[in-house]
């Protein structure tokens, strides 16, 4: 089936070392996201890329980075994480804009721990 | 500004009773409006989506969503509710910037 697809789906970091999260895509989707989701909370939107245009969000913080490759793969660094990088992370990608109708697709997430 | 509010962040109903989950939305242009829901450790799914083609729109599971733009209203309900919907439900609306704006999200609890 086509799918959003992360990996690992469990990551755990040591303070301060680099980390880095996978996500890929067989929709062939422009748009892909990764978003932050800490406990009992909704999700928050880090950066997306339309194709190879990245936008980040204004309160990202410079200690997360994002790369895409190609049409199908999506990486999130996360350079020198700390205690409260502590959170589910989701990828999700949608066709195109979604303030035209089209909705997010979201892969399973990865839940990252910092020791 | 787009921008969602989820008015109860806890709904506990017993198997087998109505869910209704609520949602007021505020937005200067008519938009498109989607219900998510994840499940423990989960993604998030789409339940279902508004995109002004008809105001009563129907989801997965049994879930559906009218839009009433009198009220700025777009609540999920389903009849009869299955202890598998037991999860976190999202109120969505896009934001200017490709971006979604979620509301605070309601979690169901379902009761034998």
């Known amino acids: 089936d086509a799918m959003v697809i992360q990996n690992p789906r469990y990551q755990v970091t040591q303070f301060g070392k680099p980390v880095t999260l996978s996500c890929s895509q067989t929709l062939n989707h422009n748009v892909m996201y990764w978003y932050q989701q800490k406990s009992s909370q909704a999700p928050k939107l880090l950066f997306h890329?339309?194709?190879?245009?990245?936008?980040n969000e204004a309160d990202t913080p410079d200690n997360f980075q994002s790369r895409r490759p190609n049409t199908s793969f999506c990486f999130l660094d996360i350079r020198s994480p700390g205690l409260g990088d502590a959170a589910m992370y989701l990828c999700?990608?949608?066709?195109?804009?979604?303030?035209?109708?089209?909705?997010?697709?979201f892969g399973p997430g990865t839940r990252l721990t910092v020791t | 500004a787009q921008s969602v509010t989820q008015l109860d962040s806890h709904v506990s109903v017993s198997e087998g009773t109505p869910v209704l989950l609520r949602c007021n939305y505020s937005?200067?242009?008519?938009?498109?409006l989607f219900w998510y829901v994840q499940h423990p450790n989960k993604g998030l799914q789409l339940l279902l989506k508004y995109t002004s083609a008809a105001t009563l729109v129907k989801g997965i599971n049994g879930f559906e969503a009218e839009f009433k733009k009198s009220e700025t209203s777009f609540h999920l309900t389903k009849p009869s509710a299955h202890m598998s919907d037991a999860a976190e439900y999202f109120c969505v609306v896009p934001g200017y910037n490709n971006d979604m704006r979620f509301g605070a999200g309601t979690r169901l609890t379902v009761k034998p």
């Open positions: 890329y339309y194709d190879k245009d990245f936008n």
């Open positions: 937005s200067s242009y008519s938009p498109s």
């Open positions: 999700a990608t949608s066709r195109y804009w979604i303030g035209w109708n089209y909705e997010q697709y």
